[in-house]
């Protein structure tokens, strides 16, 4: 970002900005494996929470109970963490053990 001062009258004024924005850093919510939570409430979260159909919250859910995670997909970073948070809380109110966690893409 640059920009450009001028002065007038002892009052500095701004003349130009240029703001150069990159795309923002992606990060990936990942869903753990753990011995406790059932299949189908990840296979639920998967639907309410990150928008998959049935087809799509099986397969990962499968994935996390066979690879032990899998990624339920990838977010700005405010997006992430709300779906972790989200997430969280509804396996707590439940009382599921389940691990969400975020990382960079």
Partial sequence: MSTEWQKQDDVGVIDRIDIRQGKPKMYSVVLHNDDFTPMDFVTTLLSEVFNKN??????????????????????????????QNQSTERAQREEHPLRVTVEPA
């Fill in 54 to 83: 049935e087809q799509q919250a099986t397969q990962l859910m499968l994935k996390v109970h066979n690879e032990g995670k899998a990624v339920a997909g990838t977010y700005t970073r405010d997006v992430a963490e709300t779906k």
